[in-house]
């Protein structure tokens, strides 16, 4: 599992200087995605390893958080986390980014670690999987 450094880079120098909107696309439905952080951080492995016999993991990985006020997606997410679920989907959330002097669409590629629901929104911990510009 390797993202593309270059591009992780002007994403999270984007994210931090403009604050971007990220949307989040699921079941055909797109949701907004707030206050959104990226990160590098070290995941509690000792060496990479296959989690869970569903994917990889690297000692070290890219995570994204961000807050999502429409509760209704709660259901659609409980088919894309690993927990119970043998199958772990990815989810798409497409973005801009400044690259080679002009601002470019791209899409993140994430796999959705934790979820935290409030009364009035859900906070999604996900970690980077791909990202292309589209």
Not at 15 to 38: C, K, R
Not at 74 to 90: A, C, Q, V
Request: charged fraction near 20%; avoid cysteine.
């Amino acid at each position: 599992m390797s993202v593309d450094s270059v591009l992780l880079e002007n994403l999270m120098k984007y994210n931090a200087e403009y604050s971007p909107q990220f949307t989040l696309h699921l079941n055909d439905a797109l949701y907004d995605i707030l206050s959104v952080t990226i990160e590098n951080s070290s995941i509690p492995v000792n060496e990479p390893t296959t989690r869970g016999g569903v994917y990889f993991s690297e000692k070290f990985a890219y995570k994204m958080k961000g807050n999502i006020d429409d509760l209704t997606i709660i259901p659609l997410l409980t088919k894309k986390m690993l927990g119970p679920n043998t199958e772990f989907g990815e989810l798409k959330i497409s973005s801009q980014i400044e690259f080679k002097g002009k601002i470019t669409p791209i899409d993140i590629f994430t796999n959705l670690t934790n979820s935290v629901q409030t009364p009035n929104s859900i906070e999604l911990s996900m970690i980077i999987i791909k990202l292309e510009l589209t």
